[in-house]
Each structure stands twice: as structure tokens, then as C-alpha cells.
């Protein structure tokens, strides 16, 4: 099935990449009122997943195609579309690169943005499983483990060389979701 990336995905990606006010703080002469709900475009790909905007680009996960697509923010074209080994679930950037989770495969895939290739991909297994989240931060790359419960654990992956160095557990308690995950 092809999906669109309409409304949230176009409105979140231009707000990342053109900046955000918050209410009363829009430059003189701009309302600081939300603004109308309509597309600014759609863009048709299949199974339309998560987003992220970095590198001057928009990344969207196709996940049961096993695609990343790329998406020029200013013309709205598709840059590339860049298989991945698994499906792909989400998406996430930093260090240098764009981090996609497969929930399917439960994996962990790096792509360079400089050339959109898939550059490596672990497993998260046996420690974490089911990984539902993603984000770098202090160095590492994390990826939150669903399980089959609500998160169960946090792995945490060297970016650089891209081993598994702790796995963390959360617990499964109906509190221990990725609520807690900032």
C-alpha cells in the first residue's frame, strides 16, 4: 500500500528546518497563531513510517519495503531510496550518520548521509529485542527494546564500532515504558 507524507510529516520536517516560535515570539510582522492545517505537500512512497530531518534532508522508514527514502525539503524530491537489510521501523540521526531500527529484524543499521549507503548493520539480540526507539546522545546511540512487554531494555551501541556495549534493563512493570526516555 502507498501512503503520503502529508500534513505531519511535511509540517514537523519544515518546522525543523526553517525554525519555530513560540507563541509571542514570532518576528515582527508574523502571527505567532499555529499555522492552518493543510499539506504544505504530499509526497507518495510506500508504507510512509518515521521521519527525521538532518543533513538537509528529510529521511523517511518504508518499513516492509526495506527502504530509507531521502527527500530534498525545497523541491520535495526524492533524492534516493536506500535499501536497508531489514525492514525499516525508525529513524534517527547523529554522529555522523542516520540510524534506522528494525523491529522485524532486530537490527540496527547505519547509513552515511554522504553517500546514502548502508555502512553497517548489527543485531540487538540476545540482550535487547524488538527495538521500538532510537536516538544518540553523550556519544553512543540507544536503542529502547520492546520485547513484547512495554520497553524491557535500553541497548547502548559505540557508534564507531558498532558493538552492542551494555544492554540495560528497564523491567516490565506497566510504569516502564519509553516515557521515561528523553
Known amino acids: ?22 507563541a509571542g515570539s514570532a518576528p515582527a510582522g508574523k502571527s505567532s497563531h499555529p499555522p492552518t492545517h493543510s499539506p504544505v505537500t504530499s509526497i507518495t ?3 510512509a513510517g518515521a521521519v527525521v530531518t538532518a ?24 533524492l534516493d531510496s536506500i535499501s536497508t537489510p531489514d525492514a525499516a ?7 555522523g550518520a542516520i540510524w534506522v531500527t528494525s ?7 547505519r547509513i552515511d548521509p554522504s553517500n546514502d549507503r548502508v555502512t553497517h548493520t548489527i543485531s540487538l539480540a540476545p540482550g535487547g529485542t524488538g527495538p521500538i526507539g532510537v ?3 553523550g556519544g553512543y546511540v540507544w536503542v529502547a527494546n520492546h520485547n513484547g512487554e512495554p520497553t524491557t531494555s535500553v541497548s547502548k551501541i559505540d557508534p564507531v564500532t558498532m558493538k552492542v556495549v551494555d544492554v540495560i534493563p ?13
Open 1 to 22: 500500500a502507498k501512503a503520503g507524507v502529508g500534513i505531519g510529516a511535511v509540517a514537523v520536517c519544515s518546522a525543523a528546518l526553517h525554525g519555530c516560535h513560540a
Open 45 to 47: 512512497m510506500p508504507s
Open 55 to 78: 543533513f538537509g534532508s528529510v529521511w523517511v522508514t518504508n518499513g516492509p519495503t526495506q527502504t530509507v527514502t531521502r527527500l530534498d525539503p525545497r523541491t520535495n524530491a526524492v
Open 89 to 95: 521501523s525508525v529513524v534517527s540521526a547523529g554522529a
Open 103 to 109: 523491529f522485524q529484524g532486530n537490527t540496527l543499521t
Open 135 to 137: 536516538t544518540v546522545f
Open 170 to 182: 528497564v523491567g516490565n512493570d506497566d510504569f516502564a515504558g519509553p516515557v521515561w526516555i528523553v
